[in-house]
């Protein structure tokens, strides 16, 4: 029988290039997404940190943490959505561990 819902993770690392509105921005339009398609558990803030490499001549980003619970249709979605959005760097959405399984 297949889950109803699932835990997930994702990981967006946002451009500083057109400045720190257009990162808030953003993080509350995936916000909103995430809320209208799924249930919003919490937005871990790293900040700005130096990237391991050059991501289209920048050398930092701002980095922000989703975890969530949805349907196992949504992760597709939003990763389009991602892919598509200018200011969005690099993004990855994994299925999170349950604490027992750990």
């Known amino acids: 029988m297949a889950k109803l819902n699932e835990n997930y993770e994702a990981m967006i690392i946002f451009s500083l290039k057109e400045g720190e509105e257009k990162v ?5 339009k995936f916000k909103k997404l995430i809320e209208q398609n799924g249930t919003l558990e ?8 130096k990237l391991a490499y050059e991501i289209n001549y920048e050398t930092e980003g701002y980095y922000v943490l ?5 349907k196992s249709e949504f992760p597709a979605e ?20 349950p604490e027992a399984a750990k």
């Open 24 to 28: 808030k921005t953003l993080e509350e």
């Open 42 to 49: 919490n937005i871990d803030e790293w900040g700005k940190r």
């Open 66 to 70: 989703y975890t969530f619970t949805s």
């Open 78 to 97: 939003l990763d389009r959505v991602l892919k598509i959005t200018d200011g969005v760097m690099r993004s990855m959405t994994t299925v999170k561990m």
